[in-house]
């Protein structure tokens, strides 16, 4: 079996929104961001503008994964038929050979020769590791690609970059191991699975904290897609922190003793650095 990996990209969203967008949208959710208290006060008293108080603010570039594979299996297969039979019928030709009828029927053994062939996609949060499928509406937004070093440049800018907290080399065998086929054959002629994409996109998100009658609360907004929302988070662990290549990519470093359950290594063969255009 050959497994090949393509070579781990980085892609960054750009911002679609100003600074300037994204606090007057964040302003307009700081109530309900304080949830039914703030709702209940209202009712009372509205509150004021200057009741609220903006205590922090972050630009941040919020990791999300994909993933893509092909799967082509060639096989054959030995199977056994009943051909059903008239009452008259004693025996049949099939390519020459005579088959006797028994009890109506006719048994014929053939070779299947078979093909399988399927691709899938996999996105996956960055922070939480769970599968968002959601997440390929980024994909209608232009990206462009970039490096670990570009990355690093935001950060010196000011920007907080939340290091994804599930590792290529891990998403990658989670996902060999779902496109593993249970295959019935008696001669494998030739299997190929092929990740044709390995891919940590960056999303521009603002998120603004809010302080109100002693308690604080955050929005966020997001600069791509400009979708504002309650209940955020801010990352400011993550400010000014600097990140080695090695951790945002490191399929190169496992892939050899990767471990793929379901399947004898013995029999795998890894290709690393399989080029694949850019689908998006």
């Known amino acids: 079996m050959n497994v090949e990996l393509a070579e781990e990209r980085i892609f960054l969203f750009p911002d679609r929104f100003t600074l300037e967008n994204a606090e007057a949208r964040a302003w307009t959710k700081r109530t309900e961001a304080f949830g039914t208290l703030a709702k209940i006060g209202g009712l009372i008293s509205k509150p004021k503008d200057e ?3 903006l205590v922090y603010r972050e630009r941040r570039l919020q990791p999300f994964w994909r993933l893509a594979a092909h799967t082509d299996h060639v096989y054959e297969r030995r199977r ?85 907290q599930a590792k290529s080399s891990s998403l990658t065998r989670e996902v060999l191991a779902q496109v593993m086929p249970k295959i019935e054959a008696d001669t494998i002629i030739s299997e190929k699975i092929s990740i044709e994409a390995i891919d940590l996109y960056y999303r521009p998100v603002y ?16 600069a791509v897609t400009g979708d504002a929302r309650a209940n955020g988070a801010t990352f400011e662990s993550y400010v000014g922190k600097i990140f080695d290549p090695r951790f945002l990519l490191d ?5 050899a003793g990767m471990f793929i359950p379901g399947a004898n290594l013995a029999k795998i063969v890894m290709i690393k650095g399989m080029q694949i255009a850019k689908k998006s």
């Open 51 to 53: 009741d609220y108080e």
């Open 80 to 164: 056994d038929y009943r051909l059903k039979l008239g009452p008259e019928v004693q025996s049949v030709q099939v390519y020459g050979e005579t088959v006797a009828a028994v009890n109506r029927e006719a048994g014929l053994t053939f070779t299947e020769s078979c093909r399988e062939e399927a691709r899938r996609e996999w996105f996956y949060d960055g922070i939480s590791r769970t599968q968002q499928p959601l997440l390929k509406a980024y994909l209608a937004h232009e990206s462009k690609q970039a490096s670990a070093e570009d990355l690093n440049a935001q950060v010196k800018g000011g920007t907080v970059v939340a290091p994804p």
């Open 207 to 222: 998120a603004f904290r809010y302080r109100w009658q002693g308690k604080e609360a955050v929005v966020e907004f997001d």
């Open 251 to 255: 399929v190169g470093a496992e892939a």
